[in-house]
Structures are given as C-alpha cells and as structure tokens.
C-alpha cells in the first residue's frame, strides 16, 4: 500500500478511530462502536471504506504489516557514508553501527562487536602513550549521541587487546594500520 493511501485512510476521524478500536481488540462491530462511542452507521461505513482499502480485513482484523511497509517506502534513502573499507562486508558492518564519526551503537554479536572496535581503535597514533583522560575524551566523541558509553567502549578496546593499559596510560595494541607508498 502506498503511504499516501494509508494516511488517506486514516485521515478520517471515524476511520481513525474504528482502527485504533480494531488494533486494541474490539472483533465485532458492536464491540467498535462501544469503544468509539460511534454509531452503528458510521462505523460500518468506515470499516467498509478501510475494507475497501486494504487496511482491514473481513474478519476485522488489522494488516499491521502495512504500516511498517508504508514507513520504509516513504522513507529518505540515506547515502551509506563511504568508510574506506575495501571490503564491502566490513563496509557494510561498520556503516550500520557508525554514522558521522558516531558510534550509534554496539554489536552484540562479537565478530561484528571486533570490527567496529577495530575501526574505533584508528583515533590513536600507534606508539603513542595516552593518559585516560585523553582516551576518554577520544571515545566521548565517537558515544556523543549513540547508546554506548565511553568506559564501554575503553573496556571493550582493552578486552579485545586493541588498547593496552597501564598505570593510568592506555597505547594503541591492535588492529589494522594503514600503510601508503610514497
């Protein structure tokens, strides 16, 4: 169902309410007119026209699914954000949980949860000494705005040996470097 289809259905307060009544358990037409306080004209009426449209059945029930369907196909196709990876897997795995330089969210799956720290872990210099306020700072601006937190996140690095630790001073121990001829 297109998406204008489906707002034009609801568009109507009868029609509106007799689909929130269906969604929230009223089966019989009795039952959608006690929770609408519609007559019973009316919401025949307007369970024909969303019979009509597709959006209910014949046995009154609702096609939920039409919702979401509608909400994918009016959505902005976003430009996947180019992250450099040669791998169009790894790509992919990456630009679903980092967006604009933020880290949206954490994997739970651990093959995924590796990558995305190997890509994280590329903010600090190999061979550089950082003491844990700089470190926190670092991985503050890859969290701001996602779900994860920075003392997650440093754990995370430090549990798959990406960061080393000690005595207060974190240094690059993992992942990938990019090296370029000259």
């Known amino acids: ?45 307007a369970v024909q026209k969303l019979q009509a449209g597709g959006l209910v ?58 990558l995305v720290l190997e890509h994280v872990v590329q903010s600090f210099e190999p061979g550089v000494r950082y003491p844990e306020r700089e470190v926190d700072a670092v991985l503050r601006a890859w969290t701001d705005g996602g779900t994860a937190d920075h003392a997650t996140l440093r754990r995370y690095l430090v549990d798959h040996q990406l960061l080393a630790r000690e005595g207060g001073e974190y240094w690059r121990s993992g992942g990938w470097i990019d090296v370029l001829d000259d």
């Open 1 to 45: 169902m297109d998406p204008a289809d489906l707002v034009g259905l609801l568009a109507e307060p009868d029609r509106l309410r007799v689909v929130s009544a269906l969604v929230l358990g009223a089966g019989t037409h009795a039952e959608v007119a006690a929770a609408t306080g519609l007559d019973a004209r009316a919401v025949g009426k």
């Open 57 to 114: 059945d014949d046995k009154l029930g609702v096609r939920v699914e039409l919702f979401k369907d509608a909400a994918r196909a009016a959505a902005p196709v976003q430009q996947a954000e180019d992250l450099g990876y040669a791998d169009p897997g790894v790509e992919q795995v990456v630009g679903r949980f980092v967006r604009d330089g933020t880290l949206l969210s954490l994997p739970a799956q651990d093959a995924k949860r590796r």
